[in-house]
């Protein structure tokens, strides 16, 4: 068990090595090529979030910006390939990204680029060894707390809450995040989520204190984590 004093000093020395990252690399993120597949009913993933964003900028999509291609979407996509005279069957393919209009899109979240990088290696410390989906979900449900009244409502204040992290209390988070963490970083502040509003997670095969997991409702297990509400 560590003490008091030594999560204590993880903490302050995880927020003291922020400053000294590259801040370059989270403005030159490239995470997909946003239109280089067909995306359609069923898909998911960072192109399918930014594409909800452009469509709700021009009025088609309504519902949450979640990455997530379904009903609303295939909806949105339908009112969009009519109104542009194209085949309307809800499939986002060549024909409907040419005639797309090339619209900037912002984060889900007005934050820093340090919140990004906090962020980051949060992931990289809860998530080493999970796929690029697995890492972007972890994020998710950090930033699925700041809309949850029972939490924080900043990235830094859910993080920093006592005893919610494991990577906080061993210093796993300390390490310096790879390009897949930025990536799924910036993932999750596009509005991917995979968990669907998941706030809790936790890994079956080597969590100890699991108490409390009997009071949460399941939502789906993504690699080594179940994600909870």
Known sequence: MLSRAKI??????LLLMISFVSLEKVEALDMYEFGTRVIRQGEEGIDVAVLQHKLKKIGYYQGH????????????????????????????????????????????????????LLLARVING???????????????VILNRIKDNKFPNTIRGVILQKGQFSSL???????????????????????YDPTRGSIYFYNPDVATNTGWVSRQSYVTRIGGHVFMR
């Open 65 to 116: 910006v979640d990455g997530l291609y379904g009903k609303g979407t295939v909806a949105a996509v339908k009112k969009f390939q009519q109104a542009n005279g194209l085949q309307v069957d809800g499939v986002f393919g060549k024909s409907s990204f040419a005639v797309l209009p090339k619209l900037n899109v912002e984060l889900e979240y007005n934050i820093s680029r340090d919140d990004i």
């Open 169 to 191: 209390m061993d210093g796993q988070a300390n390490y310096y995040p790879g390009e897949e963490e930025l990536q799924a970083a910036r993932a999750a502040l596009l509005g």
């Open 8 to 13: 204590l000093a993880s903490v302050m020395l």
């Open 126 to 140: 809860e998530a080493r060894g999970e796929d690029f989906k697995g890492k972007v979900a972890v994020g998710s």
